[in-house]
């Protein structure tokens, strides 16, 4: 509790102590009015100077101004009593609105934690405590334990645990060495880390996800705007209609004026929208909140309410559903066995780089003696023609694509029916056998896939760069609607606006990428959402939504906590405008009396608020399904 609201509850015990006092005194002595007078001044004095200070600024319907003009209307009727509970539970209703924003704010502020206060920079050998934004590129800098990674970098020397958990929601911590990348943000938990800067701070992974946070709020949702305007128009159209209650009535009836004014203030205490003003973003910031607290970073409470209505999610191949990496899934020896053709494609493949050599010398796994390799030519386009001269022999290969086997005349036989990229080994004329090397499917995308179909999400379709009949051999093992193969980015966006076009009026299309070469589809969708945004400056500045972990499974969080809240939001604003609504009409008519109003003000805002703070709360409940399925070729 801060230091304010700690003073606010003192004044408000002082107010209840003077009131009961109050009470116990009316009607037995002429001197009653003095603890009422107290105890209205205690609870809410600065409530009269805020509507006067508001109304020389322009802002004269707030709710310091009908307040004001409710009790001191109350008291000029004499119902000092009334006049005083009203303006004690409504500064009761306003130290809890506060105690639950703070509440609320927890978990940005926690996030905001991560911001490093300073960097050790080494500068002629020498150890140098300096502002994160003197450090340059190239710059090396220590991380001590306990200390925040002050910027982005790789490590050059150490090996430490880091405590991720405020940029991903994961509690585990990652266990880093020499030549691994290291994120701003993080928490160096025990080794001493040397590091050479890759980014200055402006350009860092925790000033991005700062500046991310920060804007977060000044992007509002529908329902927000709409409370906001509502406000606006209600509160002087309740004033005028206060006004002619009081007026009116007893001008036709011809007295009974002091009916009629207690009735238009107890109209006034009623009408204060402030359960709908407070509650409704509270309710948004709680779920931006949840969100951030399970490493799901959103750029607004717009892009929250998008979410809620997802229909069609759109996934990337490459980095969001498979892993980007590739391994050898099949060996098939045509000639001899698994092992010497595997042996004879890892000497071929030595000196190369690509992607499929490095994963044929992974599967191999034991050392090459370079010194067999009599000469390895590349052929562009093509593959490999080695001469290797191993223990059983001279060997002459070609080692490469179906384009290469038919250059030398070799026919291929007995290939594998499997989708992947297939490498071909062959010596002189003679076909040996093949190699399959795949993509691998992320570990909890069948998990993922799954919560989106149990969430509602109607298509879930897959947009890929690679081979048609690999997207589709993709789609049909994780059972997709729809595939579309060989696009590049620009084809991409031209199939999300086409999708647009197909999807339910009132619903919205969410794309999936990994946010480097899918820029342009993240901001042609109706929400983009980035995957692995800790390591990707483009996911940060093009995605609505960034997923700071690896993990698709989060997009199930992120519509189950964007739901809860939109449910949390609409409940709100019914229960809130359906009392008032009563409660007014029966003010009116001299059915309700000024406790009524108390109830239909402070009694409807803190339930409000209270049914807002849930939005901060979320518990993972998905089921775990597919277990089990990490590493499922592709």
Known sequence: MTKKQKTMVVRLAVSAVFLIAGALMEGKTAYAWIPFMISYLSAGYDIPLKAVRNIS???????????????????????????????????????FSDYAVN?????????????????NLVRDGKEEKVDPYEVEVGDTIVVKPGEKVPLDGVIIKGSS??????????????????????????????????????????????????????????????AENFITKFARVYTPVVVCLALVLAIIPPLITGGNWGIWIYRACSFLVVSCPCALVISVPLSFFGGLGAASKQGILMKGSNYLEAVASLDTVVFDKTGTLTTGKFQVTRVKPVEGTKDELLELAAYGEFHSNHPIALSVKDAYGKSVEESRIVTAEEIAGHGIHAVLDLEN???????????????QGITISDVPEIIGTSLYIAEGGVFLGSIIISDTVREDVPEALHGLRRAGVRRLIMLTGDKPEVGRAVADKLSLDEAYGGLLPGDKVGKVEELLTTKPE???????????????????????????????????????????????????????????TMRIVKQNIIFAIGVKVLV??????????????VFADVGVSVLAILNAIRALNYKKAREKAFEGSAGTEV
């Open 57 to 95: 600024h322009g802002q004269v319907f707030d709710e310091n101004f009908l307040m004001t003009v409710a009790t001191f209307g109350a008291i000029g009727c004499g119902a000092l009593e009334e006049a005083v509970a009203v303006m004690l539970f409504y500064q009761v209703g306003e130290l």
């Open 103 to 119: 509440k609320s704010r927890k978990s940005i502020t926690e996030l905001m934690d991560i911001n490093p206060e300073y960097a």
């Open 161 to 222: 645990s880091l405590d991720t958990k405020a940029l991903t929601g994961e509690s585990m911590p990652v266990e880093v060495k020499d030549h691994d990348p290291i994120i701003s943000g993080s928490i160096n938990l025990n080794g001493v880390l040397e590091v050479q800067v890759t980014k200055l701070f402006d350009d860092s992974t925790v000033a991005k996800i700062l500046e991310l946070v920060e804007n977060a709020s000044s992007r509002k949702a529908k």
């Open 393 to 407: 022999g001279r060997k002459d290969l070609y080692i490469g694509n179906e384009r290469l086997m038919k250059a």
């Open 506 to 564: 009132g619903s919205t299309l969410g794309f999936v990428g990994d946010g480097i070469n899918d820029a342009p589809v993240l901001a042609r969708a109706d929400i983009g959402i980035a995957m692995g945004g800790i390591g990707s400056d483009a996911a940060v500045e093009a995605a609505d939504v960034v997923i700071m972990t690896d993990e698709p499974s989060k997009l199930v969080d992120a519509i189950v906590i964007a739901r809860k």
């Open 584 to 597: 007014l009409i029966l003010t009116a008519f001299g059915f309700a009396t000024m406790w009524a109003a």
